[in-house]
């Protein structure tokens, strides 16, 4: 099993840059692929990014290509989403998660952490 707590979520303004952090606990931390998602304010939870667990596979939703970079460090049992050039429609909470699925991405995930609240003005 393993727990998941996200930090670093904020008000920001647009075109700005943002990290994300997600502590992980659990023994078996680095078996999982983890994974970024995000809920926007009346909208459904959508994925955003996720990283296999040896780092082999990143995955991205089509609208942060390029703009958002996910990473990993298993020895921390840390993942990260570094988020740039951030637009409005980036404000959602975003939520850290794990599965233990190789290729993985969508919304149905393992386990998840409590999000954080990002907020981007324009």
């Known amino acids: 099993q393993v727990q998941l707590v996200e930090s670093g979520g904020g008000l920001v303004q647009a075109g700005d840059s943002l990290r994300l952090s997600c502590a992980a606990s659990g023994r078996t931390f680095s078996s999982y692929t983890l994974g ?11 994925f955003v990014a996720a990283i296999s667990w040896d780092g082999g596979v990143i995955v991205y939703e089509d609208s942060v290509k390029g703009r958002f970079t996910i990473s990993r460090d298993n020895a921390k049992n840390m993942v990260y989403l ?5 637009k409005s429609e980036d404000t959602a909470v975003y939520y850290c998660a794990a599965d233990t699925q190789y290729l993985k991405h969508g919304v149905s995930w393992d386990y998840w952490g409590q999000g954080t609240q990002v907020t981007v003005s324009s």
């Open 36 to 46: 970024w998602l995000r809920q926007a304010p009346g909208k459904e939870r959508e």
């Open 82 to 86: 570094q988020m740039g050039s951030l």
